[in-house]
């Protein structure tokens, strides 16, 4: 019989007031301000998404308190923070270091990183016109990643909560491409500098590393770039695993302005043996729980099929045809394929791009007791 599968949710931590925000949006900015503001863009859009719970502060640690015991009672082992340190300082981490990590049920759920080191671009709201501007590179040379992952042995890789695989401290990168830009471009190098943070850990009497690769086929945002070989890079690099962060990193949507969940559904279905075939590391499959990113669009302008963020949405993603995109990720786990059995899920809090699990005032907790009725419950 194979082992319980894992279930890992993505989390988004841009619903807390961090200076960097309040200097560029203004005073007590939050993304919760563009939720508010999304609009219908065409006929039946539903929007605005209203959270159940109110558009809370997720520093706070008696707000994370909930959504930890949420999670915990709903069948999540871990959340994988968006975690940012770009080349001039971090960012966004008031939702792990005042929230997650001093809320007191704390013990209750596993919490790891995934470094999200992509552009950050000015698209809250993003025009038409797509001229964004780099507000900060997501390139950092082998100084700031020494200091970085320094930072996370100290303040994060010590703590009884953090998530391990197969024994490894798991730690995630979003964009590899950007990594070995950053690091001077020489893979070889790249292996040298990730040798040496898996030597800092074991120095540091934490045992291995468990690096996970943030794998995809199409460019989402702009700056992104592919890898042409994957297996190749995992290869030189050392990488332990693969996963994905998205459906939409794999699968256009295929119809405009609106895309069906359920046919949508099967095209990522269908990739977990596509993935698994392919890659020699061990893929960790992804389910999404939606996709609409039209609240970071500039809501009095028409809504075009032009690119991120004016993209197709998906409609009828109902808890129930949520559910059995996790039945049919279950079942293919338990084929035995995938080792140790991964699950990622898109995501806790992207309210901005449509993908939560948070209760809404449309469906209450559905999204949440679809994810226990199949793995607790069934």
Excluded: C
Excluded at 49 to 68: C, N, S, T, Y
């Amino acid at each position: 019989m194979a082992d319980k599968t894992k279930v890992a949710v993505y989390y988004f931590p841009n619903y807390h007031i961090d200076p960097r925000n309040e200097a560029r949006h203004g005073k007590g900015w939050t993304e919760w301000e563009l939720v508010k503001q999304a609009t219908p863009r065409f006929a039946g859009h539903q929007q605005p998404k209203v959270p159940l719970w109110g558009m809370e502060d997720e520093a706070d640690p008696q707000v994370m308190a909930r959504k930890i015991k949420a999670a915990d009672e709903h069948g999540i082992d871990a959340f994988i923070f968006d975690w940012y340190w770009y080349e001039d300082a971090p960012y966004l981490h008031g939702a792990l270091e005042r929230g997650f990590l001093k809320a007191d049920n704390a013990d209750k759920l596993r919490f790891a990183l995934m470094w999200a080191n992509h552009d950050w671009l000015n698209i809250f709201p993003a025009s038409k016109e797509r001229n964004y501007e780099v507000l900060t590179e997501g390139t950092v040379m082998e100084q700031q990643f020494v200091q970085a992952t320094d930072y996370m042995i100290e303040h994060y890789f010590h703590h009884t909560s953090y998530w391990r695989v197969e024994g490894g401290l798991y730690f995630s990168i979003y964009e590899l491409m950007n990594l070995v830009k950053g690091l001077g471009g020489n893979v070889l190098e790249v292996r040298r500098i990730l040798s040496d943070f898996r030597t800092r850990v074991r120095t540091a009497g934490l045992g291995e590393l468990h690096l996970n690769a943030i794998v995809w086929g199409i460019q989402n945002l702009p700056g992104e770039e592919t890898i042409t070989d994957v297996n190749a890079l995992m290869d030189l690099l050392d990488f332990d695993s693969i996963t994905s962060y998205v459906w939409i990193h794999h699968q256009e949507l295929p119809h405009y302005p609106d895309t069906d969940y359920s046919a949508y559904r099967e095209l990522n279905i269908a990739d977990f043996v596509k993935f698994t075939e392919t890659y020699t590391r061990p893929y960790f499959p992804n389910v999404s729980m939606g996709w609409d990113s039209s609240p970071r669009t500039v809501q009095n302008e028409s809504h075009e099929n032009i690119g991120y963020p004016y993209t197709p949405i998906l409609v009828e993603n109902t808890p129930k045809q949520f559910k059995l995109a996790l039945q049919q990720a279950k079942q293919f786990l338990e084929q035995g394929r995938t080792n140790p059995p991964i699950l990622t899920i898109n995501s806790w809090n992207e309210w901005t791009e449509g993908s939560y699990l948070e209760p809404d005032t449309v469906h209450g907790i559905g999204y949440l007791e679809a994810i226990r009725d199949v793995f607790i419950k069934e």
